[in-house]
């Protein structure tokens, strides 16, 4: 299940890394905006600081609950 897990969010992550790409190409060039690749990128940056918050909560709990007792 880990495994698993481990790869949808490598494999989300990649799909967010070609978003971005495509996002700034169509900012910066004269390629043509794609639709849904700005929303793409807002939301996986989204999931990106939800996930990083957890984690940064979960090290903190611990490490108080490591002083604490």
Do not use: C, D, E, N
Not at 17 to 34: C, G, K, M, R, S
Not at 37 to 49: E, M, Q, R, S
């Amino acid at each position: 299940m880990r495994v698993r897990l481990r790869r949808f969010a490598v494999a989300m992550y990649a799909l967010w890394l070609v978003a971005v790409v495509l996002h700034v190409a169509a900012q910066f060039t004269p390629l043509p905006a794609l639709p849904g690749v700005f929303a793409g990128v807002v939301v996986g940056t989204a999931v990106f600081a939800v996930v990083g918050a957890a984690q940064i909560g979960r090290r903190g709990v611990r490490a108080v609950r490591k002083r604490v007792s």
